[in-house]
């Protein structure tokens, strides 16, 4: 076990810290989806003739490579402090940006989109373990802490594809990497200057190979998500050997953690109750997520025949939720509202509005869509920074990273199952109910068929919204389960007292950080 020290920082660093991190998460809630509005011009510039065919790897490669970063991420960051790793993943999202704006050719930006990724894997994941230890000894026991999430969650996906849109329609689709350039310099200048995080005294070694097969396993897992039933069928000799590979390492990976002395993603976390629950609600979230926001966009297109770009102005009301539920959290964590309050109220919030979808027909009033994804925001807007808030709380000190980043982990292996899973349904019922072919043919119907194959799409993207609700009902229920109030690990009370002596000056005439 490593010897944590309590770093000193004034408040004024302290504010610096925190705006160094809120640019750090929009960055990276940014660059998840800004690349999706800007495919057709990057195609035409890099590959006109064959760059169509390598689009979902421009998409992918940047989930897979975060994905697979995500537990290294986290041991480093108990291993060698979290102020190092978080340098080390904005300057490999920075080099990534660059090369990405310099790309010649469509193999040339995936390469440079999975690098990227590999750093962005650490902008939300280490940037929480960060805005953690910034926090004074007064802040870190409290219930309040979905204010940051919900805010930057909510701004980032309603600015995100329209910032794309412009740079692609009104500068150069380059600039969408360019622009990460100016702002992640300054960070990083800022943080190598302003940043004092607990430093690590003691070494401990880092289980690579621990790592390493929790990358084979997400990653395989991805793959197998994203090509099965589309590009390959689930029955091909690809995806079950892809399966069966994936099964192989997730076994080898439970194993090496249950024998190694510094285990990438310690089981023991899995024993404290509140840490259980919070993977598996998040879990269950990132697979509903998935199941409401890319259904909606296609209910939107395919059966209201909504333009891609304008379909994405739908997603406004989802972000004021979000921002909505930012800032008024902290009142009502004021007000009384535990973390099991906030996560209770936002699964059965979510639930409604999943339920609400699964009612949509082929004329229903869009302002139906747009109050579903209102309330679909407040509920995601109370569970992006409550969960994180509650795993941190109650993870062991010298856990703290792995622990953190074990939510977004979880949240990104949920999200994959969840897009398999809705896909699968989704194709099926179509398949079962409409007039014959795929729904990728609806668009070239006319007449009779046309109104059938819309029925049909209709009623199956149903079916979808009432499977995410189910999953998301689930989710409701192990809230449920989750104690009233946080019992704080040993470690985490000797931490936060030794912390509380050495900073006792710094915080006596200081305001608590706003958050």
């Known amino acids: 076990m490593s010897a944590v020290m309590p770093a000193v920082m004034t408040h004024r660093q302290r504010i610096i810290g925190f705006v160094l ?29 064959h760059g169509v065919d390598k689009i979902p790897w421009l998409i992918a490669a940047y989930q897979l490579a975060a994905t697979a970063a995500l537990p290294l991420y986290g041991k480093l960051c108990d291993v060698i402090g979290a102020k190092k790793v978080f340098i080390g993943a904005v300057a490999t999202f920075l080099a990534g940006s660059a090369l990405c704006g310099m790309a010649g050719s469509m193999g040339w930006l995936i390469a440079a989109r999975a690098l990227q990724g590999i750093g962005g894997g650490g902008l939300m994941s280490v940037t929480m373990v960060v805005l953690r230890e910034l926090k004074g000894p007064e802040e870190k026991d409290g219930g309040k802490g979905g204010s940051v999430g919900g805010i930057i969650a909510g701004a980032g996906m ?24 100016p702002i992640g310099l300054a960070v990083l200048a800022a943080a190598v200057r302003v940043l004092r995080l607990p430093a690590h005294s003691t070494r401990r070694t880092i289980d690579f190979l621990g790592a390493g097969l929790a ?35 997730f076994a080898l990976f439970v194993r090496r953690q249950a024998t190694a002395a510094e285990p990438a993603l310690p089981l023991g976390l899995f024993r404290i109750r509140e840490i259980r629950y919070g993977f598996a ?5 990132g697979a509903a997520m998935m199941g409401s926001m890319v259904y909606v966009m296609i209910y939107l297109q395919v059966v209201r025949g909504i333009a891609a770009s304008s379909a994405g102005l739908y997603l406004i009301p989802m972000a004021i939720g979000m921002t909505a539920v930012g800032l008024l ?44 994804l209102l309330l679909m925001g407040v509920g995601f807007g109370q569970l992006i920074g409550q969960l994180i808030q509650l795993v941190q709380d109650t993870a062991p000190a010298e856990q703290l990273g792995v622990a953190t980043t074990g939510v977004r982990f979880f949240q990104t292996l949920g999200g994959a199952l969840g897009a398999a899973l809705f896909g699968t349904v989704l194709s099926r019922v179509y398949a079962a109910r409409g007039p014959g072919g795929t729904t990728s043919t609806i668009g070239g119907l006319t007449g009779h068929a046309r109104r059938q194959a819309l029925d049909a799409f209709v009623s199956s ?17 192990l809230a449920t389960r989750l104690p009233a109030g946080i019992r704080r690990k040993p470690e985490a009370e000797a931490e936060t007292a030794e912390a509380a002596e050495v900073n006792a000056t710094a915080f006596t005439t200081a305001p608590p950080l706003p958050r």
């Open 158 to 181: 309603a600015l995100g594809p329209w910032l794309g849109g412009v740079l692609a329609d009104h500068a150069d689709w380059r600039w969408i990497f360019y622009v990460n350039l």
């Open 215 to 249: 990358a084979a396993f997400s990653t395989m897992l991805l793959l197998v998500t994203q090509w099965g039933g589309k590009d390959h069928a689930w029955s091909s000799p690809l995806i079950i050997g892809l399966s069966t590979a994936t099964v192989a390492a």
């Open 281 to 285: 609600i998040q879990g269950l979230v």
């Open 329 to 372: 959290s902290d009142r009502l964590a004021t007000a009384g509202w535990s973390q099991k309050t906030f996560v209770v109220s936002g699964t059965v919030c979510a639930s409604a509005a999943l339920a609400l979808l699964a009612t949509l027909s082929t004329d229903t009033s869009l302002w139906t869509v747009r109050a579903a």
């Open 21 to 49: 991190c809120i640019a750090t998460i929009l960055l990276a809630v940014l660059d998840t989806n800004i690349v999706s509005a800007a495919t057709v011009p990057i195609v035409s510039d890099l590959d006109p003739a």
């Open 461 to 477: 993207t149903s079916v979808v919204f009432w499977s995410a609700t189910a999953v998301m009902v689930l989710a409701a229920v």
